[in-house]
Each structure stands twice: as structure tokens, then as C-alpha cells.
């Protein structure tokens, strides 16, 4: 049987080749910096004032919201108050998986961004609110079962679960846009950095760039983002790793497209981050 976290599991990684559910309660929660992984999440919020920061997007969630994250987008929940019980289940999707379960790439299409009707954010309705709480609490449960058929009830309720999901985000009335975007500054910051990982890029040669002190700069990004310029960057530069390396790149090739100074800076800091090398990376 599976054991059943009761407290937040801090590990950005799935251990299972489909998908794994976890319901965590606690008061207020841990903090989580902000990360990607190579998986989709839906991030369903039972109860807490929490804001949801998605790729310099921030969006501010009631009870009953739905967050789509698509793997290799940076994210991380907020959490505004000190006192609020802070409640959600947190659904995570092999994306070969999702994909290979219909034909006509159904279930995936919430995750779509290239989809007219993509939205981070889904606002169902009371009605539709209730039905997806009931889906996920019994997901939950079969998923830690050990009853005999636990496994295939899980999958069944899975496969509900994400119909309700991609038929929800094909009405208009249920999809949200950001309620905030970054300031002017960290925005434009963010937007340099995704257009210019491959190249050299300090702190004195962004703020140079965008004509402000680099105290500010760093006071200013860190307080949004929640981390630091040179953190971020170098998580952009090891996503981007990930996926050449995913898509066949060798890792001297990689190494040299994302910007870092030599080989065992790459390889130190990919291990660092993932746990594994760059070549064992490839071989998964």
C-alpha cells in the first residue's frame, strides 16, 4: 500500500510512470520556491489565501480553483495569510502517459497553450466544484487503497477526473486570466533572460540594460519572483537543458547552447538540481 503524505512532500519529481495524487493540510503551509518540472500539475485549492505565481504571471485563487501547470513553466504558490488553514490536492501527470490515453490528445488539451482556449486558471462553478472535489477525494482514497482493484478504480476515476477537467476548460465562463502581470521591470528582467540564456548575464549587465541601480534590480526580483537574478537564471538555463537533452542533444552539445562556461559547471549544477547527470539524463 502506499503510504498517504500528510504533510507537504518537498520532492519535484514523480516516482510513478502515470500519475500521483496527494491531499495536504496544514496551517498556513511551507514556503516553495518557485520551480518546474517535467510533468503536468493540477493544483486544486480546498481552503488559504493563496496567490499563484505562473511565468511572471500572479493569480489570485478562491476555494474550489483549478491551476493548470504545463511542464518547464516556473510556478509556485503564495501563501498571503499567517493564519488560514491551507488546503489542496495536487494531481501529477506523466505527460507520455496523459498523451498516449486517446488518440485525439483529449485529456491533454487543457495543457494546450497553443490552444485558443488554454487558461492557467480555471474558476469552476458551484455545481461543477462540488462534482471535482467528490472525483479527487475518491481518487485520493483509491489511490492509497489496498483493496483489491484499487489500482483500476483509481485509473477509472482518473480518466473521469480529467474529462470533467478538459470539457470545463472549453467554456469560457470557467477560464481566468492573471489578475496581475510582474512589475513593468521584473517582466521585461524575465523576458530578457528567456531571450537570452545562451549569452553571458550578470546582474550589473541587466541592470546596465534596463537603466536602473542593480540593488534595485535584485530587491526588486526577489521580492516578486522569490528568488534571486542568478538563481533564476541558471534554473532557466538547466530547463532548457532538459528538454535539448530530452529531445536527443548529446551534453557537450547542450552544455555549450545554454550558456555555461564549461562542462563541470553544467554537470555540477544539473546534478545539484535533478539529482542525476546530464548523460544519465538522456537514458532515462
Not at 519535484?12 to 514556503?31: A, D, K, S, V, W
Request: hydrophobic share 35%; net charge negative; proline share 4%.
Amino acid at each position: 500500500m502506499r503510504e498517504r503524505a500528510q504533510r507537504f512532500d518537498p520532492r519535484q519529481h514523480m516516482r510513478l510512470p502515470t500519475f500521483e495524487i496527494f491531499h495536504y493540510r496544514e496551517p498556513r503551509g511551507e514556503g516553495v520556491q518557485i520551480h518546474h518540472h517535467d510533468f503536468y500539475e493540477v493544483y486544486f485549492l480546498l481552503d488559504g489565501d493563496v496567490e499563484y505565481w505562473v511565468d511572471g504571471s500572479i493569480y489570485r485563487l478562491r476555494p474550489g480553483d483549478l491551476m493548470l501547470i504545463n511542464p518547464q513553466e516556473f510556478h509556485r504558490p503564495i501563501v498571503t495569510s499567517d493564519t488560514a488553514i491551507y488546503e489542496r490536492i495536487v494531481l501529477w501527470i506523466n505527460k507520455e502517459y496523459l498523451e498516449s490515453l486517446a488518440e485525439n490528445r483529449f485529456l491533454s488539451l487543457c495543457f494546450d497553450k497553443s490552444s485558443p482556449t488554454h487558461a492557467n486558471l480555471l474558476h469552476p462553478s458551484s455545481a461543477a466544484r462540488a462534482s471535482l472535489h467528490d472525483r479527487l477525494a475518491q481518487l485520493v482514497r483509491e489511490f492509497y487503497s489496498n483493496e483489491p482493484g484499487a489500482d483500476a478504480c483509481a485509473t477509472g476515476l482518473f480518466l473521469q477526473f480529467m474529462t470533467e477537467v478538459n470539457r470545463m476548460a472549453l467554456r469560457a465562463d470557467a477560464r481566468r486570466e492573471a489578475q496581475q502581470e510582474s512589475s513593468p521591470l521584473v517582466s521585461r528582467v524575465l523576458t530578457y533572460i528567456r531571450e537570452h540564456y545562451q549569452e553571458e548575464l550578470s546582474l550589473d549587465g541587466l541592470a546596465g540594460q534596463f537603466y536602473v541601480s542593480k540593488y534595485h534590480l535584485s530587491h526588486e526580483f526577489s521580492r516578486e519572483v522569490g528568488i534571486g537574478v542568478y538563481r533564476y537564471i541558471l534554473l532557466h538555463r538547466l530547463s532548457m537543458a532538459r528538454q535539448l537533452l530530452a529531445s536527443g542533444s548529446s551534453p557537450g552539445e547542450v552544455c555549450a547552447h545554454c550558456g555555461f562556461k564549461d562542462y563541470t559547471s553544467f554537470f555540477r549544477a544539473f546534478k545539484a538540481e535533478y539529482g542525476i547527470s546530464p548523460r544519465e539524463s538522456v537514458a532515462e
